[in-house]
C-alpha cells in the first residue's frame, strides 16, 4: 500500500540531502540519481532517495566509505 507524503518521509529526504548530497563522498552519484529520478521517473523518485539512504547505510555499516 502506498502512502502519502509524511513528515518523517520530508525529514528522512532532508537528512539525506545533508549527510549523503554535502557530506558524502558519493554526492555526485547521489545527485545525479536525485535529479533523474525526479525529472524522468518522477514516481520512483521516493524508491530512488530510499535505496540511497540503504546504500549509505551499508556503506557506513561496513566501513566502506566516509
Known sequence: ARSGITARKILALFRSV???GLFSKGRFYYWKLFFWSLFR??????????YSIFGYHFRKVFGIAS
Not at 521517473?41 to 530510499?50: G, Q, S, V, W, Y
Open 18 to 20: 545533508f549527510r549523503i
Open 41 to 50: 521517473r518522477p514516481r520512483l523518485f521516493p524508491m530512488a532517495i530510499t
